[in-house]
């Protein structure tokens, strides 16, 4: 009865009419819907399985994590199996990612386990709007990351560098680099760009990110070579060897980067040969000389030249020189010597008078010492160092000012 009651009470009240005082009664006004509905608060599910790029199985263990670096919140699984004994074990799963509309939205996945290679892979989390009329849609995608195991029998790597006369260059620093989204897994499977979520699944495997691998390092020794140990690099994994730049026997040699190695595919030895960086096309060049400088006062006549690489003598480059003087000097019969520097790198010559100049504005002139020196452990071509240019390719001059004008 009380049921009845209050319902006789509805329907009385509904079947009053609505209106506004000092008014008539209003028209009923009717909403369309509109005809489409715009999708929002979408997101999606990334799950997949982190397995073992040299032999396939699934990883688990006790120090396995997996992270989605999502703008400011570094966010750890909602589901990660690392039980070994587990049927499922490697599994993980991230919820409630945000998914952009028409546009695009990046974060990083990043996979960590000890003994293996970091994996850091940037993924996009976008779609398109579709003529459906869906509120509030989650996607999934599949994202299974391969990790390269490190120390896996693949042999050393040794990186030979040289420069352009092939000698060894010791002290050179060499970089590894790694070329992650090139590796080459053991077990067959390859890793290719998706887009997540793309229209059609054209992979279900993440792809690693190059340059977020920090490239391995060593430093060649006095036969030039480096050699980066098997247990510190992954089977399968992909390198670039960089040697950096440096100063090596006078030349300023180049960054210079080798072939792109495979380890246990490719040859487990490469050369590499540097090239110059010097300011001038001369191999050997004249970096300064105690008379460049207009109006320089030597007063024992002597001139200096330093060079850019170590020099030595011929067998009788270090009497080949000669000098002549203004009046009233009178040289020598050995008018000029030659010596080189204890560090290789500076020639000096020197006049022999047997009466000094006294004349103001007495100079000394040198000649002579055709093909007189050559580089340092190279004997098989010779210079002549008075027509040596300077480091800006222009000609050093020959004359010394003794006494002032």
């Known amino acids: 009865m009380l049921r009845n009651k209050y319902l006789s009470a509805f329907l009385l009240a509904a079947s009053v009419s609505v209106g506004i005082w ?57 589901k990660l199996i690392t039980d070994t004994n587990d049927p499922l074990v490697g599994e993980y799963a991230f919820s409630g990612i945000p998914v952009a509309v028409n546009s695009s939205i990046a974060y990083k996945v990043v996979a960590i386990n000890t003994g293996y290679q970091r994996f850091e892979g940037e993924c996009l989390f976008d779609t398109a709007i579709g003529a459906s009329t869906t509120i509030d849609t989650t996607y999934n995608w599949i994202g299974n990351i391969y990790l390269y195991p490190i120390g896996t029998p693949a042999g050393d790597l040794t990186i030979s560098v040289k420069n352009g006369f092939n000698t060894p260059v010791s002290g050179a620093t060499v970089l ?3 070329n992650i989204n090139t590796n080459t897994a053991t077990n067959g499977t390859t890793t290719v760009t998706t887009a997540l979520p793309g229209a059609t699944i054209a992979s279900t495997t993440l792809t690693a990110t190059n340059s977020l691998v920090q490239s391995l390092s060593g430093t060649t020794g006095t036969d030039g070579k480096v050699t980066f140990a098997g247990t510190t690099l992954a089977l399968g994994a992909n390198y670039t060897p960089i040697v950096l730049p440096l100063t090596f026997d006078g030349q300023q040699l180049a960054v210079k980067a080798g072939a792109a190695v495979t380890l246990g595919t490719s040859v487990a030895a490469q050369q590499i040969t540097m090239t110059d960086l010097e300011p001038t096309a001369a191999t050997l060049y004249v970096v300064s000389a105690s008379n460049s400088i207009t109006g320089s006062i030597q007063s024992t006549g002597a001139l200096a030249l330093t060079f850019n690489r170590k020099i030595a003598f011929t067998s009788a480059g270090a009497t080949s020189f000669t000098a002549t003087a203004t009046a009233p000097a009178v040289m020598a019969a050995t008018s000029a010597t030659a010596a080189i520097s204890a560090d290789g790198y500076t020639l000096t010559l020197t006049p022999a008078f047997t009466t000094a100049p006294t004349t103001v504005g007495s100079t000394v002139t040198f000649a002579g010492g055709v093909g007189s020196i050559v580089l340092q452990g190279y004997t098989g071509t010779t210079y002549t160092p008075l027509t040596a240019l300077d480091i800006n390719s222009a000609a050093i001059s020959a004359i010394v000012q003794m006494i002032a004008n």
């Open 22 to 78: 000092g008014c008539g009664p209003v028209t009923e006004k009717t909403t369309t819907p509109a005809p489409t509905l715009t999708e929002f608060n979408k997101t999606m599910t990334l799950q997949g399985k982190i397995i073992n790029a040299t032999t396939g199985a699934p990883i688990g263990g006790a120090d396995l994590k997996v992270y989605l670096v999502q703008g400011t919140s570094n966010r750890t699984t909602d």
């Open 176 to 178: 590894l680099r790694q």
